[in-house]
């Protein structure tokens, strides 16, 4: 089964919107993580969201987390080409197991 | 920032094969990791560490062996490999138990032809 999945398998929008990408998860949580997959890249974090917290900021990227319903949002505003990537949201439950999401793909167009 | 570096890139072998994945880290991180990451599945977890010697069991672990020979260096072995094999390997590193964050390498993509 899946323990944390993205709501959207792809989505696309012009270059200076915002989207918002939204995650749900099934298992206990320490922290809900965001992950940011480049074409021919490792993944790598964009922001980490603990347990306790609801809201978490990083330049144009902004989190959520509703642990009642188990879901987080990732949103990104005044996009840009470069943003042109998949995004996971992977939960962390503590014990060095982080179950990742299949991913959205995001393309900007320009 | 940390660096986590994957050998080779790029691999191919014939199904029966015998390959090895190298990764190593730079950053002294304690756990190191090994994910496969395939279309409609996501990443998941083959094999994991927490220093020198010590080996731990993921998610998919069957017909993979791992091995954690420094605390820089994690092998993955696919000893008699299959075309079920066939996808892209990330290993990743993290400093220490809780929450923390993953940095991954750039991958190795391994068909079994």
């Known amino acids: 089964s899946q323990l944390a999945e993205e709501n959207l398998w792809a989505l696309s929008v012009h270059e200076g919107e915002s989207v918002t990408v939204n995650c749900s998860y099934k298992?206990?949580?320490?922290?809900l993580q965001w992950y940011r997959q480049k074409s021919g890249e490792g993944p790598a974090q964009l922001i980490l969201?603990?347990?306790?917290?609801r809201e978490k900021r990083n330049g144009r990227l902004r989190a959520t987390l509703d642990t009642s319903s188990q879901s987080s949002s990732l949103s990104i505003t005044a996009t840009r080409c470069e943003d042109t990537a998949v995004y996971f949201c992977?939960?962390?439950?503590?014990?060095?197991?982080?179950?990742f999401g299949k991913g959205t793909s995001l393309t900007v167009i320009p | 920032e940390a660096a986590v570096t994957q050998s080779p890139r790029n691999k191919v072998t014939v199904t029966g094969g015998n390959v090895t994945l190298s990764c190593r880290q730079t950053?002294?991180?304690?756990?190191m990791y090994w994910y496969r990451q395939d279309t409609g599945h996501g990443l998941r977890l083959i094999h994991y560490?927490?220093?020198?010697?010590?080996?731990q069991i993921g998610d998919v672990p069957d017909g993979y062996k791992a091995t954690r020979t420094t605390q820089e260096d994690f092998f993955l072995l696919l000893e008699l490999a299959s075309p079920s094999q066939t996808s892209l390997y990330f290993c990743?590193?993290?400093?220490?138990?809780?929450?923390?964050?993953?940095?991954f390498g750039a991958g190795t993509r391994l068909s079994v032809l």
């Open positions: 990743a590193s993290s400093d220490r138990q809780g929450i923390n964050t993953l940095y």
């Open positions: 298992t206990s949580i320490t922290a």
């Open positions: 969201i603990r347990s306790n917290e």
């Open positions: 992977a939960t962390d439950t503590g014990y060095q197991n982080f179950y």
């Open positions: 950053n002294s991180h304690n756990y």
């Open positions: 560490s927490y220093g020198a010697g010590n080996l």
